[in-house]
């Protein structure tokens, strides 16, 4: 299997999934729409965004919360995702729908894209303490968002809030979410895919 992806993006996820489930994944970074051999990421992914993982029948996966989730159903035994019809298997999905929609969509998305007119984009930006602080509702004093052990859901949520410290959001307001979030930034899976896209964005800025 091959995982294109964006250094430091939303695919960050999938890229610790795949460390976290130890699986032959191939990394495959896109620049420009390109992908790192030259070609046109579009005949990858006719959206032009990461994650997508192209399957060893080469079918292709192009959404985060369905690559996540055929990522930890390939070693089901790393734990990533609830088995299917438990009521954490839902939850697991519900959760990856909010942090994709509520979270990733309608906020993060309307600040970064350069396409989103700026009315948008300050409403969101005043939308993300508020959003933040719902997070950290849901979260609770819980050290995983899904069950007892960490899932492609927590994954998916420290990319996020990677992304709310580059922005500035000040974490701190909530301690059970600030001590989440640097808790799982040490894990080993966290740490190598974080490492291998900070050294791809170095490369790219040299």
């Known amino acids: 299997m091959e995982l294109f992806a964006s250094p430091l993006a939303c695919s ?3 890229h610790i999934a795949v460390i976290e489930a130890g699986l032959p994944v191939t990394i495959r ?3 420009n729409k390109k992908t790192d051999d030259g070609g046109d990421f ?3 992914s006719p959206y032009g965004y990461v994650p997508a993982l192209r399957l060893d029948d080469g079918r292709i996966l192009n959404e985060g919360a369905s690559v996540l989730q055929y990522l930890a159903d390939r070693r089901p035994e790393a734990g990533l995702a609830p088995a299917w019809g438990s009521d954490e298997r839902y939850q697991l999905i519900d959760t990856l729908h909010y942090l994709g929609t509520e979270v990733h969509k309608r906020v993060f998305y309307n600040i970064f894209s350069s396409a989103v007119p700026a009315e948008a984009k300050e409403a969101a930006k005043a939308d993300l303490e508020p959003t933040l602080a719902a997070i950290a509702r849901r979260l609770g004093d819980r050290e995983t968002l899904v ?3 960490f899932t492609v859901a927590d994954a998916y949520l420290v990319t996020l809030l990677n ?3 580059f922005l500035k959001a000040d974490l701190a307001k909530w301690p059970a979410l600030t001590a989440y979030h640097r808790r799982h930034l040490q894990r080993p899976s966290v740490v ?3 490492g291998v896209e900070m050294e791809e964005r170095k490369r790219r800025a040299a």
């Open 12 to 14: 960050l996820a999938s």
């Open 29 to 31: 970074f896109v620049e």
């Open 42 to 44: 579009f005949a990858v």
């Open 147 to 149: 069950g007892d052990r």
């Open 163 to 165: 992304w709310a410290v």
């Open 192 to 194: 190598q895919a974080m």
